[in-house]
C-alpha cells in the first residue's frame, strides 16, 4: 500500500485518473440510485392507479360477491370484493375464495397482511352505497417495479464502466506531449544541448520547458567557455614546450658529463610526454566540439592512413599490425573525426600490446550497419573498468605505459558525436586477455546510380 501511495504521489496522471474515475463513480452511484428509487416509486404509483381504474369500472353492483380479473397468472390476478356483506367461506383466496378483510377498513389504499401474504388494498364506497375492496398480492407488484427500476438503472451499468475507460484514455492522451518529450531528453547524449521545441507542449507545462531550455542554454555557455579554455591554454603552451624542445636539442650538442647527459634526456622525454598532453587536449576539445559536416568516409582508407602514421611504433616494439580481410565500408563522418578516432585506439592497442605481439583491424557489414574492429594481445581491460576508461586522465591499475589518459576519453567524445557505439570486450574471451573494442556505425546513404549519373553529367 505504501509503494503504491508513493507511485500516485510521483505520478500527476495517476491522480488525476483515480480523482475523475472517483468522482464519477460517486456521481453515477447517486444518479443510479436516486433513478431507481424514482422509477421504483414511479411504478408503484402506476400500480395503484391501475386500481383505481378497475374500483372506477366496478362502481355499480357486483355481479357476485368475488370477482377475479387475471391473465392465467395467479400472482397477477386483481381481486374485486364487496365489504361488509360476505358471508364466510372455507376456500382459500387461490381457491377462489374471498379475501379475509375486516369490514371496518377506510376508504383508500392501504397495504394489508391477509394470511401469509401481503396484499396492495383500495377501499372505495360505489355510487350506490357499496364498500368494494380492490386488491393485489404486493409480491407481483414488487417484482414488476424493480424489473421496471433496473431497467431504468441498466443504461448507467452499461455507460459508466465504457465512460471511465473513455476517461482514462483522454488523460492517457493528454499526458502523451510529456511522455514524448521526457524520452525525447532522456534519449539526448552529453553534447546534445540545444533548446527543446515547446510548441506542441500544453501551457501548463510550458513554463517549466522554457526553464529546462535557459537551464540548457547556460550549461552550453559554460560548458563551450571550458572547452575554449582548455584549447586556448593547450595552444598557448605549445610555443613554450617547443621552445623548451628546441633548447633541449642545443644543449644535447653540448660538452658535458654522462650524468648530465642522463638528466637531460629525462628531461626531453618530460617534454615530449609534455607536447603529447597537450595535442591530446586540443584533440579532445576538437572532439568536443560542433560537428563537422559528415560524408560517406572509407573505413580501409581510414585504416591505410593511421597505419602509415603509426607504423614505426608498431616496427619498434616488433608488433604485427594489419587489416584483416578486404571488406570495405561507407560510414557517415568527418574524415578528421574518424582519423582521431582510429588513431587512438590503434595508437593504445601498440602501446599496452607486448612487444612481439599482434594488432588487427577489421570491419564487418551488416543489415545494422557497419562494425569497426580493434583488437589486440595486450593484458586488456577487467569488466569492472570498462565504464571507468572512457573518463579523462583515468588510467587502469598497473599500467606501465606512459599516456595521459585521454586516447578513449577522445574516442568516446567522438563517438557520442556521430552517434554511434562503442563496445569493450576480450580478444580472447577464455584466457580473458587482449582488447577488442568495437565501434557500432550507420552505413552512409549513398546517392543511387541515376544520381550518380547526374552528378557526373
Given at each position: ?10 505520478s ?33 404509483e ?6 383505481r ?80 375492496a ?9 417484482e414488476?417495479a ?39 531528453i532522456?534519449r ?34 559554460s ?8 584549447a ?11 621552445a ?47 560537428a563537422?559536416?559528415?560524408?560517406p ?10 597505419l ?24 557517415p ?42 583488437q ?34 577522445i ?42 549519373h547526374?552528378?557526373?553529367?
Open positions: 500500500m505504501d509503494g503504491y501511495a508513493r507511485r500516485l504521489n510521483a500527476l496522471q495517476r491522480k488525476l485518473s483515480l480523482a475523475l474515475f472517483l468522482a464519477i463513480l460517486v456521481v453515477a452511484v447517486v444518479a443510479g440510485l436516486f433513478s431507481f428509487l424514482s422509477a421504483l416509486d414511479e411504478a408503484h402506476l400500480q395503484d392507479d391501475v386500481l381504474q378497475v374500483a372506477q369500472l366496478e362502481d355499480g353492483p357486483l355481479s357476485s360477491p368475488v370477482v377475479r380479473l387475471q391473465d392465467g397468472n395467479e400472482e397477477s390476478r386483481v381481486i374485486v370484493q364487496r365489504l361488509g356483506a360476505g358471508q364466510p367461506s372455507s376456500a382459500d383466496v387461490d381457491a377462489g375464495g374471498p379475501l379475509a378483510l375486516p369490514p371496518t377498513l377506510p376508504d383508500g389504499l392501504q397495504t394489508l397482511r391477509v394470511g401469509d401474504e401481503m396484499f396492495r388494498v383500495l377501499v372505495k364506497t360505489t355510487s350506490a352505497g357499496e364498500r368494494i380492490v386488491a393485489q398480492e404486493s409480491a407481483f407488484r414488487d414488476i424493480r424489473d421496471s427500476a433496473l431497467r431504468t438503472v441498466t443504461p448507467f451499468l452499461i455507460l459508466v464502466p465504457v465512460l471511465l475507460w473513455i476517461v482514462a484514455d483522454m488523460v492517457r492522451k493528454m499526458f502523451r506531449p510529456i511522455v514524448a518529450l521526457s524520452l525525447e532522456d539526448r547524449s552529453d553534447q546534445e544541448l540545444h533548446p527543446v521545441e515547446d510548441g506542441r507542449v500544453p501551457g501548463e507545462i510550458r513554463p517549466f520547458v522554457v526553464a529546462i531550455n535557459r537551464l540548457l542554454a547556460r550549461v552550453s555557455r560548458m563551450q567557455a571550458q572547452r575554449r579554455f582548455v586556448d591554454a593547450a595552444h598557448e603552451l605549445r610555443s613554450p614546450l617547443t623548451l624542445s628546441l633548447q633541449a636539442e642545443r644543449l644535447a650538442d653540448a660538452e658535458m658529463s654522462d650524468p648530465a647527459h642522463e638528466r637531460l634526456a629525462e628531461l626531453r622525454l618530460g617534454i615530449e610526454r609534455g607536447r603529447k598532453l597537450l595535442d591530446q587536449l586540443l584533440s579532445l576539445a576538437r572532439a568536443q566540439s560542433a563537422a559536416p559528415a560524408a568516409i572509407s573505413v580501409q582508407g581510414i585504416y591505410r592512413r593511421v602509415e602514421d603509426l607504423m614505426p611504433l608498431a616496427q619498434a616494439k616488433g608488433i604485427d599490425v594489419g587489416v584483416e580481410g578486404t571488406q570495405d565500408a561507407q560510414v563522418s568527418s574524415e578528421l573525426d574518424m582519423i582521431a578516432l582510429v588513431r587512438n585506439l590503434v595508437d593504445n592497442a601498440i602501446r599496452y600490446t607486448p612487444e612481439g605481439g599482434r594488432v588487427d583491424l577489421s570491419v564487418h557489414v551488416s543489415q545494422e550497419g557497419a562494425v569497426l574492429r580493434i589486440d594481445t595486450g593484458p586488456g581491460i577487467a569488466p569492472t573498468e570498462r565504464e571507468r576508461v572512457f573518463d579523462s586522465f583515468y588510467r587502469t591499475l598497473g599500467s606501465e605505459q606512459p599516456g595521459s589518459g585521454l586516447g578513449l576519453a574516442v568516446k567524445a567522438i563517438v557520442d558525436r556521430i552517434g554511434a557505439n562503442v563496445q569493450l570486450g576480450f580478444s580472447d574471451e577464455a584466457k580473458q586477455t587482449g582488447l577488442r573494442v568495437e565501434i557500432r556505425m550507420p552505413l552512409a546513404d549513398m546517392p543511387s546510380t541515376a544520381q550518380a547526374d552528378i557526373t553529367e
